[in-house]
């Protein structure tokens, strides 16, 4: 987060969410409470060299590197922190002083402080663990807010892909070179990142939903989720139908490769400068929106994930447990975890970084590849939408014999054409009755050149409108638009 960013958070004063702890030379045992209660409800941000009222006050420079080794330590002892957490104070100069700013995603299973359990409430740690009510919605709410928490205690670790695993240890080394994970065996690591819990019913522990979505084999996910698919289609010239296509069954790590290397292969990548370093801006886009169609996924429902590269835009479409509705504002948004032991994971191995970053860098980066400005529509189904101009899903190469037939063509006599289709469309035809009258092979670009412009301007109508591409569609002239005489 850049320092704009914090002074905003800053700004707004504790809340259930934000605490503020004066810690100068060292840290108080007071700041793993608030992180216990903040992995306990809904994450928050936690600021090291701030006074309660929101004053900067500063950490004494001599001590950051003690108090960040101190916190490291703590915060992965077990028998400080259970399970343990992996976070990261990262240092900021805020109004010339130095603070420690520590981001703590909710947790997917319940966290204790030296054997208490902390919980939120407004700006209070409050320890709940002697009351056994609080505690029992405690871990009701954390195995049942997640569905990807299910646990299945009758499989064993032999339903899961030891190579995928070994490639997401290995992936950690983007994050450091030693990362916890890299001495862990599988079940460690599994233990480690939520993916073991137990299940209430039967007492037993067990692999978690989310466990199998991320390292297991095909037969294991399709048995334990059928429902599990994504959608990746490219239409272009082929409007009424699709001119690629890629349906993905697999794990979330091979469906992040296959989505990501479907997109590169239709999407061109054009020099991009962001300040004076040369990116790739294209690159950048498709692993927000990749990362967060798989990690935010509502995984319960049976609707189908899709991912469409169109013409003049990218829209990604995927199920979600909705916190609201409609347009997301950058500046008002407020990022809510869907599945958070998979947020975790690809976090952990670089594939998605701090919660509610990837809006930000989207609109960053779609703002240098296209020019335009993206959309996220919050509901029942998300839908992100990334604006293209032509440079995008341009092709060089020769052109096909029937499209410099039409466009010869077109360029002769396109309003004769258009008085053409008018005039025959009074009565209703198919798309293939108005090619075969006007004498145009290419349908698709047919369809472009005229259809879609006479249905924009009004000329033309739909029979069926509510369901443009069904195939029993026909298209009719106007009543109110008289053709030439």
């Not at 905003?8 to 409470?33: A, C, L, P, Q, R």
């Not at 420690?100 to 209070?124: A, F, K, M, W």
């Not at 886009?285 to 835009?313: P, W």
């Not at 240098?368 to 400005?373: E, I, K």
């Amino acid at each position: 987060m850049n320092e704009k960013e914090l002074l905003e958070i800053i700004g707004k004063g504790e809340s259930h969410m934000t605490e503020f702890k004066k810690s100068t030379t060292d840290i108080t045992k007071d700041v793993y409470e608030s992180i216990c209660a903040f992995s306990n409800r809904d994450g928050g941000h936690v600021f090291l060299g701030v006074k309660d009222n929101g004053e900067i006050f500063g950490i004494e420079p001599n001590c950051i590197e003690k108090m960040k080794k101190d916190f490291v330590t703590a915060i992965n002892n077990a028998n400080k922190m259970y399970p343990p957490l992996f976070l990261t104070p990262v240092e900021h100069e805020l109004q010339g002083r130095k603070v420690l700013h520590i981001y703590v995603p909710v947790g997917t299973q319940v966290s204790r402080c030296s054997g208490r359990i902390y919980d939120r409430n407004n700006e209070s740690d409050i320890d709940i663990t002697d009351n056994e009510e609080l505690v029992y919605k405690l871990y009701a709410r954390k195995q049942g807010t997640y569905f990807v928490n299910k646990v299945f205690p009758e499989w064993g670790m032999d339903v899961l892909r030891p190579d995928i695993i070994e490639r997401a240890r290995k992936m950690t080394r983007a994050r450091s070179n030693n990362h916890p994970w890299l001495s862990m065996d599988d079940e460690e690591l599994l233990r480690s990142a939520g993916l073991i819990l137990l299940d209430h019913e039967s007492r037993r522990e067990g692999i978690t939903l989310a466990a199998i979505l991320l390292f297991g084999k095909d037969t294991t996910i399709m048995s334990a989720l059928p429902q599990h698919k994504t959608d990746m289609i490219f239409r272009v010239q082929n409007l009424d139908r699709y001119d690629d296509r890629d349906v993905i069954v697999t794990n979330l790590l091979d469906s992040y490769d296959r989505m990501s290397e479907f997109a590169k292969k239709h999407l061109n990548d054009p020099f991009v400068l962001d300040g004076m370093q040369s990116v790739s801006a294209r690159d950048a886009i498709l692993r927000e929106i990749i990362s967060n169609s798989l990690a935010h996924r509502d995984y319960s429902s049976g609707y189908v994930a899709k991912m469409v590269i169109e013409k003049d835009r990218i829209f990604a479409e995927n199920s979600n447990r909705t916190h609201g509705y409609g347009n997301l504002n950058l500046n008002t948004f407020e990022p809510f975890p869907k599945n958070p032991a998979i947020s975790k994971v690809f976090r952990e191995i670089g594939l998605a970084d701090e919660l509610g970053s990837g809006m930000r860098n989207t609109y960053k980066f779609t703002q240098l590849y296209s020019g335009g400005v993206p959309q996220f529509v919050e509901g029942d189904v998300f839908k992100t939408v990334i604006p293209l101009n032509e440079t995008a899903t341009m092709k060089s190469g020769p052109k096909s014999s029937d499209q410099v037939s039409d466009q010869v063509s077109d360029q002769v006599g396109s309003d004769a054409v258009v008085e053409k289709i008018l005039e025959f469309c009074k009565t209703a035809r198919t798309k293939k009755e108005i090619s075969e009258h006007i004498g145009y092979k290419n349908l698709t670009y047919m369809t472009r050149t005229y259809i879609k412009p006479l249905l924009e301007s009004g000329k033309l109508s739909y029979t069926i409108p509510e369901k443009p591409q069904s195939r029993l569609q026909k298209y009719m002239t106007k009543f109110n638009f008289k053709t030439k005489q």
